[in-house]
């Protein structure tokens, strides 16, 4: 059974995590900055569940397939921004897309990888 896992460390850092049985797999990391806009702007509306929570201030969520993969077009988007007013309207732009729009955008990111992640943001900006 596939699993997806938000990690919240106090650096701030962001990991979104798939994990199969044992095996984990990375599908996006930010931090500082990016991690923080994107806690504020996406985070606050996601259903998450708490997991684990540690002592030095982390936290791991459980979180939904759907809410997986607005966070992975979200985050892949952000990771190579470093105007902030970019980073802001890209993350705001993907948590007002529809969800059909996130699926195809999610799809085409599997076809083309970063290519994909280049025409969404010349696409919104």
């Not at 969520?61 to 979200?74: H, K, P």
């Not at 969800?99 to 990111?109: C, D, K, P, Q």
């Amino acid at each position: 059974m596939i699993e997806y896992r938000l990690t919240w460390s106090k650096k701030p850092t962001l990991r979104l995590w798939k994990v199969e049985g044992k095996k984990r797999t990375l599908l996006a990391e930010v931090s500082e900055q990016k991690a923080a806009l994107a806690e504020e702007i996406l985070l606050r509306n996601m259903p998450l569940k708490t997991t684990m929570r540690f002592r030095d201030g982390r936290v791991i969520y459980q979180i939904e397939e759907e809410s997986t993969i607005r966070l992975v077009i979200a985050l892949r988007g952000i990771i190579g921004l470093r105007d902030e007013k970019r980073t802001i309207k890209l993350l705001e732009t993907v948590e007002k897309m529809e969800r059909g729009e996130v699926y195809w955008w999610y799809s085409l990111y599997l076809k083309l990888g970063y290519k994909a992640i280049s025409a969404l943001r010349s696409a919104y900006f």
